[in-house]
């Protein structure tokens, strides 16, 4: 326990996380009552989202399910990590293994970690490197972000391989205007510390937007109260440093063209634990480096829009364990991950008439593995060339109509086909959209998969890909002219061909079959400008098909409510909490399916702009201190509360 803590405990008592909310909410909430009334709503997402059709469409166009969440709003949240943003998205389920840094895979409506696309200004952030492709967004920031968007549901159509669970979007913001810049610091009671900056703006044909971010945490034990030692043995903290820059630099071409490189890097290292004990040697470094160089030009009149892109990433960790008291092997534990991609796109999208869209494109993917751990060796390559079309016509204009297809060539298993199709319906008379779609998409075995090297569970060159096919069917209604907008979707995914390494357990496999099922309900109500109400509630089904035994680390109740109030100019004043319940996972010694304790969650932010230029914050995290576990076996962070400022130029 921090001192600053004890000594809130002390005046406190034990009831300080309660006596913390009702302070909060007796100051701020009765401060709402004093502002005049105000008929006009914020709205909840941007009039065009990008990622559903891979091309700008206009919200009420989209025939898929589709949440944004957008720069200012992260930056008013206060939300400092990709995780933090995703855990609050209905149909995602974000497991970390302890605090900042610590690993973390996100479930997209059932499906596996490595089964949702991850992107980041159009360039795929998937890790060749790891076991099933995955990638642990624990280390991407948001700083600087304009938006992320998460399509879910089957979009393999549109974006190839991974996509079965959805697709997770990042975008930077682009340069515009005179040249500004921003800088913010926060520190915790913790002593946990965020930093970032940017600078951006464009001159002639030159626009910029260059930033940096820095977390220090030094971190909480990870490994559960449950594995301490009984004697009160020594049990430290796991820190974690985060340092990342950014970049976007376009350059008008002429009217109708622009080139834009984008550049990312990464550079963490993180001290963690044995999920039973206490390890202090043990330590992850990690280097991220994206590249990517994008034209865009508009032709015709603005009916023919290419895109052409290339892009690079490098993936680099390096795990080190060196003996201890606590690991007594007498072996240094070195392991070393390098993943890489080159990627290729070409996207066409033309404008046949104000009603049908057209949209075609190639794209090419190269990836390469080399891993060295416990004197064992893997490498290995795959190349993958995708070739997609989809047409989107309006129909008596509050009909919205999709219909796409892909078939993409891998090296190692030859062709796979996939399929979308979608349509949405306005009844203007009610304010009531219907939506549905059907889709498939599939999954290409990893390198790791496919080569890697051990005597157990070994690489299989003859795997073959994991296939999906899923639909959804749901509406959103909106009351009071849009000052209340709820919504319902009903969601289905069955999962076949999946790799697993069956009994004798010596090699990888296509043989595990699973379904997801559910629903996800959305309420808001923004009846004065001042005040804006969020509840959102996923249930989620999912369960192996063969076995009957639940899919592991998907929670099936996920309950949400935001608030938002803003009593007086300048002021903001939030509060979230989620319920996560009814969830299964293996039980860290024995191995068996149990299920975890369910927990809430519980936060509050606030935020003052004292002067035009700067802005004074403070928030507040896992208000009520509960002890639980997102992963079975590993001890998420406890209370901790904020405070930073914030300036601009």
Not at 11 to 33: E, H, I, N
Not at 167 to 172: A, D, Q, R, S
Not at 277 to 295: A, V
Not at 440 to 449: M, S, V, Y
Request: proline letters at 6%; hydrophobic letters at 35%; aromatic letters at 12%.
């Amino acid at each position: 326990m921090t001192p600053i803590r004890s000594l809130l405990r002390a005046v406190f008592g034990a009831a300080f996380p309660a006596a913390f909310v009702a302070a909060f909410l007796s100051v701020f909430l009765p401060l709402a009552g004093k502002v005049r009334a105000q008929t006009e709503t914020a709205p909840i997402l941007p009039d065009t989202v990008v990622t559903a059709d891979r091309e700008p469409t206009p919200i009420d166009k989209v025939t898929g399910t589709v949440t944004v969440i957008t720069g200012k709003e992260m930056e008013e949240r206060q939300l400092r990590t990709a995780p933090e943003v995703l855990r609050y998205v209905p149909g995602v389920s974000v497991q970390q293994s302890g605090g900042p840094g610590a690993q973390t895979s996100v479930f997209v409506r059932g499906a596996n970690a490595s089964q949702t696309l991850t992107l980041i200004d159009g360039m795929n952030v998937m890790d060749p490197s790891t076991a099933s492709g995955a990638i642990d967004l624990a280390h991407f920031m948001t700083e600087n972000l304009d938006r992320i968007e998460v399509v879910r549901g089957p979009m393999s159509t549109l974006y190839g391989s991974a996509a079965m669970g959805g697709v997770i979007n990042m975008v930077t913001k682009p340069g515009s205007g005179p040249m500004n810049g921003g800088a913010f610091t926060e520190l915790g009671t913790r002593l946990q510390t965020t930093s970032g900056g940017y600078l951006r703006g464009s001159d002639g044909r030159f626009n910029y937007n260059i930033s940096a971010a820095g977390l220090y945490a030094p971190g909480e034990p990870v490994v559960s109260p449950r594995f301490w030692p009984a004697n009160g043995g020594f049990i430290g903290n796991d820190p974690y440093r985060n340092v990342t820059l950014a970049s976007r630099l376009g350059l008008d071409l002429g009217d109708n063209a622009q080139l834009t490189l984008f550049n990312r890097y990464i550079d963490t290292q993180l001290k963690y634990d044995q999920i039973t004990y206490y390890d202090p040697n043990s330590t992850e470094y990690t280097q991220q480096l994206f590249n990517r160089l994008q034209f865009n030009g508009s032709f015709l009149d603005d009916r023919w829009k290419p895109t052409i892109g290339i892009g690079y990433s490098n993936i680099q960790r390096h795990d080190l364990d060196y003996p201890s008291v606590q690991n007594p092997s007498p072996y240094t534990q070195n392991a070393y991950y390098n993943g890489r991609r080159l990627q290729g796109d070409f996207k066409n999208e033309f404008v046949v008439s104000k009603q049908v869209n057209l949209l075609a494109g190639i794209d090419y993917d190269r990836t390469w593995l080399y891993s060295a751990a416990d004197n064992t060796r893997s490498w290995g390559t795959a190349t993958q060339t995708g070739f997609y079309g989809q047409g989107r016509g309006t129909v008596f204009e509050d009909l919205t109509l999709s219909l796409g297809g892909r078939v993409d060539v891998h090296s190692q298993f030859g062709t796979v086909s996939t399929w979308r199709a979608g349509a949405t319906y306005l009844v203007r008379a009610t304010d009531t959209r219907f939506k549905a779609s059907y889709g498939t998409a599939f999954k290409a075995p990893a390198l790791f998969e496919l080569y890697g090297a051990g005597f157990s569970c070994a690489g299989n060159r003859n795997l073959q890909p994991e296939y999906s096919k899923g639909y959804e069917a749901g509406f959103e209604q909106g009351m009071f002219e849009r000052k209340v907008k709820a919504g319902v979707t009903y969601f289905v995914n069955d999962f076949s061909n999946l790799i697993q390494c069956p009994p004798p357990y010596t090699t990888l496999q296509n043989i595990a079959n699973a379904r997801a099922k559910g629903f996800e309900v959305f309420v808001q109500v923004s009846p004065y400008r001042w005040l804006d109400l969020l509840f959102n509630y996923t249930y989620t089904h999912a369960w192996n098909v063969d076995s009957g035994q639940p899919l592991v680390r998907r929670p099936q109740d996920v309950f949400g409510l935001r608030a938002e109030v803003r009593p007086w100019e300048g002021v903001r004043v939030g509060a979230e909490l989620q319920q996560v319940s009814n969830r299964y996972d293996y039980n860290v010694v024995t191995g068996a399916i149990v299920q975890p304790v369910p927990y809430t969650l519980v936060r509050a932010t606030v935020g003052w702009i004292v002067r035009k230029d700067v802005e004074l914050f403070a928030r507040a995290e896992n208000i009520l201190d509960r002890q639980y576990e997102e992963p079975e076996g590993f001890k998420a962070p406890n209370f901790q509360a904020f405070f930073g400022v914030k300036a601009k130029f």
